[in-house]
């Protein structure tokens, strides 16, 4: 059976995303070509690959194990694609650097400035999901990320994690004169529908909640009073804002990380890593 290595490719990238959608903004293609290849792919392997509905697309089990069978070979296969790539293109080590909320641009903008003063290279930075962040990491597409995992989210062999520290989750409001006892009929602000259903059933029941997708909607929501927002105390303004810890068992463990690939030898990714190292330590040894 002779198929083109591309439909096992845009397979393997449907498969790790939510939506057709989101895999042809992954592949720089359009959603009816998406379609017409998985089919193209399904008729050849006479099986029926995924499952789409209007949520997404969701594997079956002859998928599964299709997925599970070509997954190292087609990682091992973008790793190679991308290191060719990488030496062509970035021969002056410029660095692609990943984030998933633009606050933990905080973290970042010291160190990159450090790095970017001390060598010439150029840097480009890109917001993104976790899990797509991982996946770019590993196929070598951004060299170094830093990022909350939540529950110390599975790796695989190819990424380099260190964990920077844990996240520590508040209830806050921006308005620091009145801080309500009472929050059976004021709307909480949240990233994460679970963390509203274990700690506020009478706020998730009576719909009285609102779920964005990044810190920084949060943050601009509690400030234009629509409510309480739930965050990380790190990525708080303590001197704008009043915040209360929440202490619950059903609350996941989420910390901040740095992952790197192992397989590339962008010199430039390893020294921001130490830097960002470096500034967090600093700025907990002043703190304490």
């Known amino acids: 059976m002779n198929i083109n290595y591309e439909l096992y490719k845009i397979f393997f990238v449907v498969a790790n995303s939510e939506t057709i959608t989101d895999a042809a903004k992954k592949l720089y293609t359009s959603q009816p070509a998406i379609t017409k290849s998985i089919k193209n792919l399904e008729e050849q392997l006479n099986v029926t690959l995924f499952i789409r509905n209007t949520k997404g697309t969701k594997l079956t089990n002859e998928g599964k194990q299709f997925y599970n069978q070509i997954k190292p070979a087609?990682?091992?296969?973008?790793?190679?694609?991308?290191?060719?790539?990488?030496?062509?293109?970035?021969?002056?080590?410029?660095?692609?650097?990943?984030?998933?909320?633009?606050?933990?641009?905080?973290?970042?903008?010291?160190?990159?400035?450090?790095?970017?003063?001390?060598?010439?290279?150029?840097?480009?930075?890109?917001?993104?999901?976790t899990q797509y962040l991982i996946d770019d990491v590993t196929c070598g597409k951004i060299d170094i990320a830093i990022l909350q995992i939540v529950n110390e989210q599975s790796h695989n062999q190819y990424i380099e994690t260190t964990k920077l520290f844990n996240l520590n989750i508040c209830l806050f409001s921006t308005n620091t004169r009145t801080y309500p006892t009472n929050i059976d009929n004021i709307?909480?602000?949240?990233?994460?529908?679970?963390?509203?259903?274990?700690?506020?059933?009478?706020?998730?029941?009576?719909?009285?909640?609102?779920?964005?997708?990044?810190?920084?909607?949060?943050?601009?929501?509690?400030?234009?009073?629509?409510?309480?927002?739930?965050?990380?105390?790190?990525?708080?303004?303590?001197?704008?804002?009043?915040?209360?810890?929440?202490?619950?068992?059903?609350?996941?463990?989420?910390?901040?990380?740095?992952?790197?690939?192992?397989?590339?030898?962008n010199k430039n990714a390893n020294k921001l890593k130490q830097l960002i190292i470096e500034e967090i330590s600093n700025a907990n040894t002043v703190t304490n």
């Open 74 to 129: 087609i990682e091992q296969l973008l790793i190679a694609e991308n290191e060719i790539s990488s030496h062509a293109t970035y021969k002056s080590e410029n660095i692609i650097i990943g984030i998933n909320d633009i606050i933990i641009q905080k973290y970042l903008t010291k160190p990159l400035k450090k790095l970017l003063n001390r060598n010439n290279v150029n840097a480009e930075i890109k917001e993104q999901k």
């Open 187 to 265: 709307k909480i602000i949240s990233n994460d529908i679970s963390i509203i259903k274990n700690l506020f059933p009478q706020n998730y029941k009576n719909s009285k909640y609102i779920i964005v997708d990044s810190y920084s909607q949060i943050y601009e929501l509690v400030n234009q009073e629509f409510g309480l927002g739930i965050m990380p105390k790190e990525f708080i303004n303590k001197e704008k804002c009043i915040y209360k810890p929440i202490k619950h068992n059903n609350i996941p463990n989420i910390g901040l990380y740095i992952i790197i690939n192992k397989n590339f030898k």
